[in-house]
């Protein structure tokens, strides 16, 4: 190794699902919503020359449609590209002990990159047999709480009581619920957050409204906690929200018709997928998120993941201990769906009679 490289900040990188450039996919590996966003989005009126300036660092427009949303004050809001963005500033600004931060071992296999990047300690807590957090793991000292709740890959949603009692049990820490997926089920802890002023909860317009390729997300939570996450982002990149995004999110979580239909019909499939899944001898979880991990209860995931990949239908695979048995399946439009529950038909016939 030269002597400069022995400066180099080296970082085991998140690994992000498949993007194939194929078009005559069946695409159900990243969790994005199978229906397009909101038509008001492209009715949004964006004025070219607006580009000609730096965009409001405030998003201040954006900032105000979330608050009116969720009936919260602009100073509860704070927007980042993705919650991927919310989510690495949050980790930077709010995780700052020498005690390690606490998350669950499978969870969103984003939040280790970030401590790693951020060289922050953290211990991951053993999710039970029922692959459900438990809550007095998180009574230990620590030095900040994260979990997803509907978790993932698990889509398991916990209790608003699990969520407030750890909360009970957190209070001099910063407690952070990653609510990426809590518009397909499962109870929301914004109704804490008048509660508790160490809670912050973290949205994405990347599943629900469907804009994963506009990068929007955001937290709410105390005054206190938005401004310094602010002033945080303010000494990284005071820019990151651009015109066209500020513009179009505002359309998009003002359409609340559209929103709610789009979310009951993935709910719908959802529902429907899990009796097939049953029917065809998956094992599944009871997924409150628009995806679901299943595992068949004889044939390898693996063996399924490749042989689906073969005939051109992504699903989400991830070799790693305790969950190398399932597959993460994101929810598709009803016609995705049923090629997938075809084809998995076939294979388990097939793989019976072999
Ligand atoms: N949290 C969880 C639990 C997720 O699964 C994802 C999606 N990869 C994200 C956050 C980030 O989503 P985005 O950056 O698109 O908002």
């Known amino acids: 190794m030269k002597p400069w490289e022995k400066n180099i900040r080296r970082v085991t990188p998140y690994t992000p699902g498949e993007q194939p450039k194929e078009k005559d996919i069946i695409k159900l590996n990243t969790n994005e919503n199978p229906y397009p966003p909101s038509p008001k989005v492209m009715e949004a009126e964006l004025e070219l020359e607006q580009l000609r300036f730096y965009p409001d660092p405030s998003a201040m427009e954006l900032v105000e449609a979330i608050a009116r949303y969720h009936g919260l004050n602009n100073d509860q809001i704070f927007v980042g590209v993705g919650s991927d963005d919310v989510l690495a500033m949050s980790f930077l600004t709010f995780f700052n002990s020498d005690k390690p931060v606490l998350f669950p ?9 970030w401590a790693d990047l951020f060289r922050i300690p953290y211990e991951t807590k053993a999710l039970d047999d029922d692959f459900c957090l438990v809550a007095k793991d998180y009574y230990a000292a620590n030095g900040g709480v994260i979990f ?6 698990t889509g398991i949603a916990e209790k608003l009581s699990f969520v407030k009692d750890i909360l009970d049990h957190n209070q001099d820490v910063v407690v952070i619920v990653d609510e990426a997926y809590i518009d397909f089920g499962g109870e929301s802890a914004c ?22 390729g506009m990068r929007i997300g955001y937290a709410m939570g105390n005054k206190k906690l938005i401004q310094v996450l602010n002033d945080v982002k303010y000494s990284f990149n005071s820019y990151t929200m651009n015109y066209p995004t500020i513009v179009m999110g505002k359309a998009s979580i003002e359409d609340e018709a559209y929103f709610r239909e789009t979310v009951a019909k993935v709910v719908k499939t959802r529902e429907w997928f899990k009796e097939e899944l049953a029917r065809l001898g998956f094992l599944y979880f009871e997924s409150s998120a628009n995806f679901v991990f299943a595992g068949h209860k004889e044939i390898p995931a693996k063996d399924i993941f490749e042989a689906a990949r073969n005939k051109k239908i992504f699903i989400r695979y991830f070799d790693k201990p305790r969950i190398r048995d399932y597959l993460r399946i994101s929810i598709g439009t009803d016609e995705e769906m049923k090629v997938l529950v075809s084809f998995l038909e076939q294979f388990v016939k097939e793989w019976k009679n072999t």
């Open 105 to 113: 071992d499978i969870t969103y296999s984003f939040y280790d990159v």
């Open 148 to 153: 997803p709740n509907p978790n993932a890959p």
């Open 191 to 212: 109704t804490l957050l008048d509660q508790y002023e160490n809670l912050l909860v973290v949205r994405t317009f990347s599943k629900s409204r469907s804009l994963a």
